[in-house]
């Protein structure tokens, strides 16, 4: 796709997959910028593709008097989302899968609208620029996700105020660990990914970190915490990611009702391989949504004050299939497929997996 003329001076904005913190900020900063720089209107669609599905199409207008600064405070998402519902697959109420996606554009084109940003992780990222093909639609997209594994940016929004949460959490469960001399583990998301885990490990100063990236060996990780021990020291820390590998090989995942199949539960498992081999005492917490929800961090006030209006002015010069990128310090952009449906872990000659070994954390490795 080519470049683009605004036409209606009307845009739309959706945030789609798993909220996080921050994205409120990013509503904010997208609503701001068009309206204050470049006097277009601001149709924020409810609920991402199930909104354009309804009859009529669920949205409401952003105005500056509704985006004020409460928005870099406030959690969630006021537009709503969906982690589910692929129009192009869409799981009907009868069980069979039918393609909505005619309607989704359909609903697109009845708003009046020039263009689409659409804040949302590779999953979100890939849906839209499939829909946005078929329909011709120009469109924008904004990185966000908790678990940081988009391709191209540095950072994507929310995953800041994950990574705080989960030092809070380490930071409160180390002193209880050490009164009974127990072993915390601490299982926290980001699916196949270990940004969470591995940063927060860091910044908590936990003894363990187990990510997906690195295939860890039990008997490596039982035999550091022995070591610690014997050393003298009374609790230990250990951090995992709810999508690590256990020694067969196997996910910890759990059926949904609504036929989705989630992580969760790894943290039991491993502590158990712990008390068994260590004599330890272990208790497990696993951290699960209260990383997703809550106020967002400076940092990720700020990323999406950037990558928000970054996406406006990219609408604005008429380019479109392109996706909003943070790199090396700098608000950018990248072509849509370099992004869509494609993921980015932890590297291990990189910065933080480098950072963890130089303070003695061990990976299992
Ligand atoms: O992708 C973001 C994420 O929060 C993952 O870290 C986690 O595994 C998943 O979403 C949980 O999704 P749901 O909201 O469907 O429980």
Redesign the pocket.
């Known amino acids: 796709m080519g470049d683009f003329k605004l036409r209606h001076n009307r845009i739309g904005v959706l945030t789609s997959?798993?909220d996080c913190a921050g994205l409120n900020a990013a509503i904010r900063a997208i609503t701001y910028r068009a309206i204050q720089e470049y006097g277009l209107s601001v149709i924020g669609i409810l609920a991402s593709t199930a909104g354009l599905l309804e009859r009529p199409v669920r949205y409401r207008e952003l105005t500056m008097e509704t985006v004020g600064s409460g928005y870099l405070r406030e959690g969630g998402t006021v537009l709503e989302t969906v982690?589910k519902g692929n129009p192009f697959a869409y799981p009907m109420p009868d069980g069979t899968i039918k393609d909505r996606s005619n309607e989704a554009i359909e609903g697109f084109r009845a708003l009046n609208l020039d263009a689409l940003i659409g804040i949302g992780?590779d999953g979100s990222a890939r849906i839209l620029a499939q829909l946005a093909d078929k329909g011709d639609i120009p469109f924008i997209g904004v990185p966000k996700?908790?678990?940081n594994d988009l391709a191209e940016t540095d950072f994507a929004i929310g995953y800041m105020s994950a990574v705080e949460v989960a030092v809070e959490a380490a930071d409160r469960l180390q002193p209880t660990a050490a009164s009974h001399r127990r072993t915390m583990i601490l299982e926290v998301?980001?699916?196949d990914v270990g940004w969470i885990a591995l940063s927060s490990g860091i910044g908590s100063g936990a003894d363990v970190v187990l990510i997906p990236e690195i295939p860890f060996d039990m008997d490596k990780v039982c035999a550091h915490l022995r070591g610690l021990h014997a050393r003298g020291a009374n609790h230990a820390l250990v951090v995992c990611s709810?999508g690590v590998k256990l020694s067969s090989g196997e996910t910890v995942s759990h059926a949904f009702a609504d036929g989705?199949v989630?992580?969760g539960g790894v943290g039991a498992a491993i502590a158990d391989i712990i008390a068994r081999e260590t004599g330890s005492e272990t208790r497990v917490t696993v951290l699960g949504?209260i990383q997703?929800g809550g106020s967002p961090c400076a940092f990720d006030r700020i990323l999406a004050t950037s990558l928000g209006s970054h996406a406006v002015d990219l609408v604005k010069r008429g380019q479109t299939h392109r996706y909003v990128v943070m790199k090396d310090g700098k608000a950018g952009d990248v072509p849509l497929d370099q992004v869509a449906g494609k993921t980015r872990g932890l590297k291990l000659d990189g910065q933080l997996v480098q950072t963890a070994r130089r303070v003695g954390i061990c990976l299992g490795d």
């Open positions: 997959g798993g982690n992780g996700t908790i678990d998301m980001g699916r709810e989705e989630r992580y949504h997703r």
